[in-house]
């Protein structure tokens, strides 16, 4: 079955960095895009950024172009994202996501919280 496991989450100031990840299992990842979506409480979902399967296109939500960097390793079944310039309205839950076979699957989520 598909499993996403991220990690990677903790508390940071402003303009400070983190990196996520996620560990994929359950599926051939290398053949499926990836993303990272984010929830801050009381708000919708909202996607983040996207990569495609070789991990030669990469697009992002206006929100977080330029700061975030999305990128994969094939070989170790796992998705990244790069967060720099981390701003208070970035705090949220942090979840991976694939569409397989007409359905999404989403991870447990990682809590990134950016305050002083």
């Known amino acids: 079955q598909v499993q996403l496991v991220e990690s990677g989450g903790d508390l940071v100031q402003p303009g400070g960095s983190l990196r996520l990840s996620c560990a994929a299992s359950g599926f051939p990842f290398s053949n499926y895009f990836m993303s990272w979506y984010r929830q801050a409480p009381d708000k919708e979902r909202e996607l983040v950024a996207t990569i495609t399967p070789g991990g030669g296109g990469r697009d992002y939500a206006d929100s977080v172009k330029g700061r975030f960097t999305i990128s994969r390793d094939n070989a170790k079944n796992t998705v990244y994202l790069q967060m720099n310039s981390l701003k208070a309205e970035d705090t949220a839950v942090y979840s991976c996501?694939?569409?397989?076979?007409?359905?999404?699957?989403w991870g447990q989520g990682t809590q990134v919280t950016v305050s002083s």
């Open positions: 996501h694939v569409r397989r076979r007409e359905i999404d699957y």
